[in-house]
């Protein structure tokens, strides 16, 4: 079956930085474009970034652009998010998902279980 | 990349029908049928009920339907059942090529 797996959270100070990973089973995936979707304590899902299948093209919510970068490696069947100039509003899980197809449109079909990033002095 | 709006809670009693709403413009929710919507309970990773705005996957109950009108989609669940109970979130390919969330709705089933 589809199976996301994040991992890589944890505790950084403001300003620090942090990779997350996500490892993806059950399914082809570099036929599939990916996001990272992130929920504050207690707030709602906030979408973060979108690449597609080949890495060719990535969109990033404003909030995160220029700060965030997404890459996957189709080798290893993982997706990575890399998160610089961490602020204390970055706190949040962060999930994975995979899209239903190649593109940016396609929807977010399965979720992973979340990792949690706390931005803390 | 305003947020969705949706309304903060929503209740009705077990067997009833409910429907949330989810308003946003025409660069988003009415410029395109891509609106999905996902139910999350507490602890847990968000899971998906409806597709380009009226499709149920398979394995969710028939229960569970969508629609649109103009800038609004909206989710209906008919036959409330206790387990229903959970946060409903929209969320909407925008022209920017991204995606939007809406701020989420409580469901209480009484």
């Known amino acids: 079956q589809v199976q996301l797996v994040e991992s890589g959270g944890g505790v950084v100070q403001p300003g620090g930085s942090l990779r997350l990973s996500c490892a993806a089973s059950?399914?082809?995936?570099?036929?599939?474009?990916m996001h990272w979707v992130r929920q504050a304590p207690g707030k709602g899902l906030k979408w973060v970034a979108f690449?597609?299948?080949?890495?060719?093209?990535?969109w990033y919510a404003d909030s995160v652009k220029g700060r965030f970068t997404l890459s996957r490696d189709n080798s290893k069947n993982t997706l990575y998010l890399q998160m610089n100039s961490l602020r204390g509003e970055d706190t949040a899980v962060y999930y994975c998902?995979?899209?239903?197809?190649?593109?940016?449109?396609?929807?977010?079909?399965?979720w992973g279980k979340g990792t949690t990033v706390t931005v803390s002095s | 990349q305003s947020a969705l709006t949706q309304p903060a809670s929503v209740s009705g009693s077990p067997g009833q029908s409910i429907t949330i709403s989810c308003t946003g413009t025409?660069?988003?929710?009415?410029?395109?049928?891509?609106v999905s919507w996902y139910q999350q309970h507490p602890g847990k990773a968000p899971k998906l009920m409806i597709y380009?705005?009226?499709n149920r996957p398979s394995g969710v109950s028939n229960r569970f339907s969508g629609s649109k009108s103009g800038n609004t989609a909206s989710l209906t669940i008919s036959g409330l059942q206790a387990e229903d109970e959970a946060d409903y979130y929209c969320?909407?390919?925008?022209?920017?090529?991204?995606?939007?969330f809406g701020g989420g709705t409580k469901l209480t089933v009484l």
């Open positions: 025409s660069s988003d929710v009415g410029g395109y049928n891509y």
């Open positions: 059950g399914f082809t995936f570099s036929s599939y474009g």
């Open positions: 969320s909407s390919y925008t022209r920017s090529s991204t995606w939007v």
């Open positions: 998902a995979k899209s239903s197809g190649t593109y940016e449109y396609y929807y977010m079909d399965v």
């Open positions: 690449i597609r299948y080949d890495a060719s093209n990535k």
């Open positions: 380009d705005v009226g």
